[in-house]
């Protein structure tokens, strides 16, 4: 086993199963406490591309299997596996912006707060994910489901080169001119990607002028009523109107509060006057006797999402979480979901359900949107004797919506839950493609393909 530490020329680090330090260093690969008991032989912490370079050839020529993690943030833990070495990047945080062409070139480590910070500096932006704290690496890997992504669609189509690490240890760029296969692989094909993405080169957009969200909140009983105003509503709004629907609990502190469904329209604008324009059809509501809360036209920022997104989403906590496209209507959905929601173990767990998030139809790559409605239920809790209840808790949410379903998001799917959720979550076309890449880019296996349900038993 020592060999594999022998890194030649290695400026990060590495760990072998044995070596002091290695628990410490195996936890933190996943930010979820809920660390899946999966030990990887060696972990190799990369401080540049030629040290993934340099772990590739190594694991190439050792017969290891390969794992990459950028931020940890996997809700199941894809990139920890058993045996083989994981490659981290989270030590790669390079970020380079160039305001004449509107471009940013980026390394996998950057979160999306520290890209938002550096892009605001020079009045651009990007459809980073909700939580700052995620990592561009898997984010852009999966699709990339982020702020704003109604107008400016998944943010993987604004990625227009990446630099990568393929199977025999070369580094290579990839766009529609240089390895287009790669390269529309990258755009979606999330943990399965077969190749280490060690840089990306971002299209970036204006910053907004002005950031402001309405958000009303009904008691759960009125889920139905409240799913088909918005649902009516929705079709009218712009689409730098970052629409959705939350199912949880109003106040998830030591004294939870009742059951709720909120729905919060965030306008994304180029000024005070345009966001209070485009948010003007969720001034009235129907339903307005039936509220407990409405908060209007409250300006914010960025940065304030994240915090708010911090707060649902706090470390330290214990997660699951899955997914669902689906062509069934909002009402439907979230009626059978309600009943889940008023039941669950934990005061913390929610259902979110955005309106469109992969907005415009996207170019040619891995990632589609594969229904007209998505949902997520997250399972979150604290307590580890929890744990068999509250992973029930999800698996009983997604078996009341999945016979509704057309698909799951890469990125969010709980692979742990079927074999065929890795499958699902492309179009039959494009799963066929990937494997046939696979199989060309990666005919030895180098890299780990999606967790399998019995992997993450083992």
């Not at 994910?129 to 898997?138: E, N």
């Not at 109003?250 to 469904?261: S, T, Y």
């Not at 589609?368 to 949410?397: F, H, K, M, T």
Request: hydrophobic fraction near 40%; include cysteine.
């Amino acid at each position: 086993m020592s060999r594999y530490t022998q890194i030649r020329g290695l400026g990060g680090r590495s760990v072998r199963r044995n070596d002091a330090g290695y628990e410490d260093i195996r936890r933190a690969a996943v930010w979820n406490t809920l660390t899946p008991a999966r030990f990887p032989d060696v972990i190799v912490r990369a401080a540049s591309a030629g040290d993934v370079v340099q772990a590739v050839r190594l694991a190439l020529s050792q017969r290891l299997q390969v794992a990459v993690r950028s931020g940890g943030h996997s809700w199941c833990g894809s990139p920890l596996r058993d045996g083989g070495m994981l490659i981290d990047l989270s030590g790669l945080r390079g970020c380079a912006v160039d305001p004449d062409s509107a471009t940013a070139t980026v390394q996998p480590g950057v979160t999306g707060g520290q890209l938002t910070s550096e892009l605001g500096r020079h009045g651009l932006a990007f459809p980073t994910g909700h939580c700052g704290s995620v990592a561009v690496g898997g984010y852009l890997l999966s699709g990339g489901l982020g702020w704003n992504s109604g107008a400016r669609g998944p943010a993987c189509a604004s990625v227009e080169e990446i630099e990568a690490v393929t199977a025999d240890g070369e580094q290579v760029t990839c766009s529609e001119s240089q390895n287009r296969d790669l390269f529309w692989a990258a755009r979606g094909a999330g943990p399965g990607f077969f190749a280490a993405a060690t840089a990306f080169r971002l299209r970036l957009y204006p910053h907004p002028g002005t950031i402001a969200s309405t958000r009303w909140t009904f008691p759960l009983a009125y889920v139905a009523e409240v799913t088909h105003w918005a649902t009516e509503l929705a079709a009218g709004l712009s689409p730098n109107v970052e629409f959705s629907f939350s199912l949880g609990t109003a106040d998830a502190g030591p004294r939870p509060g009742p059951k709720v469904v909120t729905v919060t329209g965030t306008a994304f604008a180029a000024s005070r006057q345009e966001a209070g324009e485009f948010l003007l059809p969720l001034r009235h509501c129907p339903l307005r006797r039936r509220s407990l809360s409405r908060r209007q036209d409250e300006p914010t920022t960025f940065e304030a999402l994240y915090d708010s997104s911090a707060a649902l989403w706090p470390a330290r906590l214990r997660y699951a979480a899955d997914t669902l496209w689906s062509d069934t209507g909002f009402p439907t959905l979230l009626s059978e979901l309600a009943d889940v929601v008023d039941s669950a173990p934990s005061n913390r767990s929610m259902v979110l359900a955005p309106f469109s998030p992969a907005g415009r139809p996207p170019p040619d790559m891995a990632f589609s949107a594969l229904g007209e409605s998505y949902v997520v239920p997250y399972a979150v809790w604290d307590d580890p004797r929890q744990d068999a209840a509250n992973i029930g808790w999800l698996r009983e949410a997604m078996h009341r919506v999945e016979p509704l379903g057309t698909g799951h998001y890469i990125a969010e799917a709980d692979l742990t839950a079927a074999s065929s959720r890795a499958r699902r979550s492309f179009t039959a076309g494009d799963w066929q493609r990937l494997r046939s890449l696979r199989t060309r880019y990666d005919p030895d296996g180098v890299f780990s393909s999606y967790l399998s349900p019995e992997e993450a038993a083992l």
